[in-house]
Antibody, heavy 123, light 112 residues
């Protein structure tokens, strides 16, 4: 069974940093692109960032570009999101999601999604 | 960025009746490989989003056949032939043709 488990969320002050992790299991992690998607509680979905299977292609939403860095460790089946210079508007549930085409060169469709981790940016 | 616009945003449905959600993209989602990189997701109450439909019309594993997707280019539709109580949730369309990936605003399906 494919499982994605996010961790690292919590309460952080504006301007500080946080690192999210996503532990993957049940599939060949280094074959698939991975993504971070966030959701302000009660609001819609916003794609944050994606990374291809070999880290050769990385993309970011404009809202986080220059502040957030996605990375992966294929030896540890893990995905990360380093979030710097956090703002109150970054408060959201952060989901990691698996892309669907092995060794794909572009984004495809996301399945499955993790349960999410809540990041709250507040003083 | 490709803008995804869903309608309606709220959809009250009587059990057993059909339902339809529309999604329009600001640019064609047709790739040079012939695929439209478009899909539907549902977020049931208290849960993470889950894949419903991918590549316009392909049902994800375990999705009942009362769900169907159609469309091409910029106009797409999700249809539920007979709504059941378990279908309550927020339905999102998504395009993955271009970065950034973008979602529609979501359509809240509720049971009358």
């Amino acid at each position: 069974e494919v499982q994605l488990v996010e961790s690292g969320g919590g309460l952080v002050q504006p301007g500080r940093s946080l690192r999210l992790s996503c532990a993957a299991s049940g599939f060949t992690f280094d074959d698939y692109s991975m993504h971070w998607v966030r959701q302000v509680p009660g609001k819609g979905l916003e794609w944050v960032s994606g990374i291809t299977w070999n880290s050769g292609n990385i993309g970011y939403a404009d809202s986080v570009k220059g502040r957030f860095t996605i990375s992966r460790d294929n030896t540890k089946n893990s995905l990360f999101l380093q979030m710097n210079s956090l703002r109150p508007e970054d408060t959201a549930f952060y989901y990691c999601a698996k892309d669907s085409v092995p060794k794909g060169g572009q984004w495809d469709w996301f399945d499955p999604w993790g349960q999410g981790t809540l990041v709250t940016v507040s003083s | 960025d490709i803008v995804m616009t869903q309608s309606p945003l709220s959809l009250p449905v009587t059990p057993g009746e059909p339902a339809s959600i529309s999604c329009r993209s600001s640019q064609s989602l047709l790739s040079s490989n012939g695929h439209n990189y478009f899909g539907w997701y549902v977020q049931k109450p208290g849960q993470s989003p889950q894949l419903l439909i991918y590549l316009v019309s392909r049902r994800a594993s375990g999705v009942p056949d009362r769900f169907s997707g159609s469309g091409s280019g910029t106009d797409f539709t999700l249809k539920i032939s007979r709504v059941e109580a378990e279908d309550v949730g927020i339905y999102y369309c998504m395009q993955a043709l271009q970065t950034p990936v973008t979602f529609g605003q979501g359509t809240r399906l509720e049971i009358k």
